[in-house]
């Protein structure tokens, strides 16, 4: 369990830049930025990664299809990604691609180690190869002779290749995974990596000759590294492997996020290649699973893929990590849909936290000359959020986003529960009046603090109606003791702060 003195080194997978961004991709994204966030807000010190996969014969392929280099197809492209995340309020520190220098360094380091340590050879290898997956599968693995994840033709190749021995690590990752009950969550994730190495590891290959769009092997130039091998790399360059020791020391290991098609990747064939060049598997390996439209995996071929800025359009930046951190549990698959978005939106932004804001600011304004009151020392709110934060830091320790804020709209409910109940809007200006009020702007900044690392405009625009103009720090749990609304801010009347959807 890491503390709040431990640096929390948190990645998503690097996105093959050849793609458009669509809302598979936001997903991952904008639960690791909360969890970044929520981690920053605990004062650890934060470094969050994200970036894009640059090579490999996908990207080499599309280059030549537009009559340009493999790098400038990839600068190109590469600036979707970087939008999107910038439209999305990612707070990410890093982006990496692995076209970089310092990527070529860390992958010729990490290769030489392993190949100094005996645990690369050369041999001959025939295979089919699906180049959506960059990835070899066996006559067993294929649906109908095609990809079982992409359905299409998969291509017969023979090579010359290096290979990892990543046979010989099979007693070391049984090790691994009954010494580290937590490496990979969830548990049936957990099993389904175990059960791949029970069955008996097999070598694989790291090198290509057949393409030239790749980090030349060190000790013989006529090869690439292979896609996977490479793309693994960044999570320790971006840590800083080669040209930051200190901070290397300090990051690593870091905790991933991934999807489950690429569980084998990051459970199985990184921690092994690690262990081979002396360094640490990642401290833990979350796994979620796919976001469905109409039930169906989001493709390039089925025409179904939707990017995020379409969404943000019509909800807000906001409204959508709302959604895809709220209604979609992280872990198992999820059907995304219009219907269900609008719904979100309406019940938990429009009615529940937007509707709290406008009647306490309004009732302020009527009743109180626009003057925020001061809470009571005792309320039943304070109870409520003192129950609720445990709960809500429990589930970001546990990277649950969608328990985390049903507790913390509980706070929300709760606390229009309470004005319902006392009414301040029907009674004369008072002491009375002043403590229910005074009590609902203190759930407010509470909740300004609890909720930003899902919606974090939308909480810096509570504190500005509210009247809080610092930016302190606001360091959990100090930041949330009840009480420390002050009496006499300037609170303001606006607009719907989430206007209702049809
Ligand atoms: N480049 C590799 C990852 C290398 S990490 C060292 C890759 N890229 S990807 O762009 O195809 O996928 C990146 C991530 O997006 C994966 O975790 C994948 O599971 C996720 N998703 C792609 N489609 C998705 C959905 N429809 N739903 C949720 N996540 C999805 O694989």
Redesign the pocket.
Known sequence: MSTVTTPYYVT?????VN?AP????A??TITADAVARWNRLLGRDVHFLTGT?EHGLKVQRAAEENNCSPIEWADQTVVRFQDAWRQLGISNDDFIRTSEQRHYSAVEKLLQACYDNGDVDLQTYEGLYCVSCEAYFGEGDLNNGNCPIHGRPVEHVTEENYFFKLSRYEQALKDWYETHPDFVVPVTKRNEALGFINQGLQDFSISRTSIDWGIPLPWDPSHVTYV?FD??T??ITAAGYVDDPQGFEKRWPGVHL?????LR??CVYWPAMLMSAGLAPPERVHV??????GGE??SKTRLNQIAPSDLVDEFGVDGVRHHFLHDQAFGPDGDFSHEGMTARYNADLANNLGNLLSRVTTVVTSKCDGIGPAPEQESPLRRIVEEEYGHIADAWERIAPSDALDATWRIIRETNAYLEQAEPWKSDPGPEVDAVLGNALEVLRIISILASPAVPDACEEIRRRIGITDDAEQQLPESIQWGQYPAGLAVLKGDPLFPRLK
């Open positions: 998503t997978p690097i996105y093959y793609d669509h809302i598979g991709h997903y991952t996969d996977w793309a693994l960044n999570y991934i999807g489950k098609d690429i990747f990051h979620h699973g796919f976001l469905l439209v995996k989001m």
